[in-house]
């Protein structure tokens, strides 16, 4: 089984972009991470992450992973920065990596692991698609064939120690297939990926974050129903309204509430609350809802989605509630954006005769989609 070292390029000055981009904050994390977390995803060939960093630079990254991570610095060129990973390397085999290309798949670092020997380096290539210009020294136009050009991409694998004196003996070389061939080895290309795009100049970055953002939408429905009777406080939303009637439930009966909660756990392709908090438990005795909505925000988060707007109808005969929608609205908002209706019910149905309230609710949910 062949081992891997994991070697992110990050020792740039970022000349191109204005600034060091490998440490700017792409979603919830810098740039280099992307790859180094989604390297780490293939544990069982990939062993270490060799994180090489601008030469003076201090760094002292949260790391919380089995796959170690080691720092070392880079060198005034690309050539001598990945000459100091390399040193640094403890496996037989290497994927040297640019931090600047966060959506490189791990179905790639797979291909590359699988097509990769003592002999032979291999990288990723994709065929170029826009035509192409040259312009001569005269400021002349002249179109250049496409036919057999690609682009070339990151991770690029290699022997070790062989790419170590392929490197040596080219300091000026763009890249480690430059230098390779340079030497006369055999390299084998594998097919890159779009998505894995190098972020040179900052609209790449607007279009790396536009990527890092992007949500699935679930829409989750939740309806309930609770009798109104005398002697019981009645809440909405968190919020006490006055009335001689309150509603029936084993907890505080927030009819808004749980028609909320369900809602989300819906969109979150979760349980019902009756599943979550059951009546048969006395633990929910008289429960402030609004802390057992904490509890569910709590769970769809630990499954990565976030309520992006909530929308209820309140069906009630009496009392009259429009004058607490702000406050309902103020008090829920702590938790998403949220918008409260209500409706009579024509005194036509069980709530329409004062009986009961019922409420409907729908929830937006959103997912950022993982791209590592
Ligand atoms: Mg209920």
Redesign the pocket.
Known sequence: MKEFSFIIAAGGKGTRFGGKKQFMTLGDRELWRWSAENAAKLSDSIREIVLVIPKGETLTPQWNNNIPLRIVHGGNERAESVLNGLNMAACDYVMVHDAARPFASPELFRRLIDSVNDDAGVIPLLPVSDALKRIDDEGKISSVDREGLFITQTPQVFPRLKLIEAVKDSPSAKDEAESWLKSGHELRYVDGERLNFKATVKDDMTIARALSEQKIIRTGLGW?I?RLVPDRKLILGGVRIDSPLGLL?HSD?D?LT?AIMDAILGGAGLPDIGNIFPASDERFRGADSVNLLREVMRLVAAEGWSVEFVDAVITAQVPRLNKYREEIMRNLSEFFPVNIKFKSAENLDDSGRGLCITCHAVATLGKVIERC
């Open positions: 309930d609770h439930g009966a009819v749980h």
